[in-house]
C-alpha cells in the first residue's frame, strides 16, 4: 500500500522561500511531483521528476521552483523561492502516472 506524507508548507511573506517534503513510502514507480490547488480553481502540475531526474514544470514556477528526489529515502521535495501570493494553494504530491497515489496536501500560504 503507498503512503504519501508531505510536510513544509505554512505561511510566508512575499518574496519568502519554503521547501515542501513528500515521503512515499510502498512506492518504486518512476514518476514523483508536485500539484497545487488554489479556492476556487482546478488542481494543477507545478513540477514532476522521474526516477532518473528528468524535470518538468509550470511555466509560472520556472526559475523559481526546484523540484528535486532522494531516490533512496523515496523523497520527494520542493523548493519555493521568490514566493508570490498567486503561490498561495493547498500542495499536493503525487506518486505514479497511470496508477496515482496522492498526498493529504499541504497549505501554502504567501501574504502580500
Known amino acids: 500500500q503507498v503512503h504519501l506524507v508531505e510536510s513544509g508548507g505554512g505561511l510566508v511573506q512575499a518574496g519568502g522561500s519554503l521547501r515542501l517534503s513528500c515521503a512515499a513510502s510502498?512506492?518504486?514507480?518512476?514518476?514523483m511531483g508536485w500539484y497545487r490547488q488554489a479556492p476556487g480553481k482546478q488542481r494543477e502540475l507545478v513540477a514532476t521528476?522521474?526516477?532518473?531526474?528528468?524535470?518538468n514544470y509550470a511555466d509560472s514556477v520556472k526559475g523559481r521552483f526546484t523540484i528535486s528526489r532522494d531516490n533512496a529515502k523515496n523523497t520527494v521535495y520542493l523548493q519555493m523561492n521568490s514566493l508570490k501570493p498567486e503561490d498561495t494553494a493547498v500542495y499536493y504530491c503525487k506518486a505514479g502516472t497511470v496508477i496515482s497515489y496522492w498526498g493529504q496536501g499541504t497549505q501554502v500560504t504567501v501574504s502580500s
Open positions: 510502498g512506492f518504486n514507480g518512476n514518476s
Open positions: 521528476i522521474t526516477s532518473s531526474g528528468n524535470m
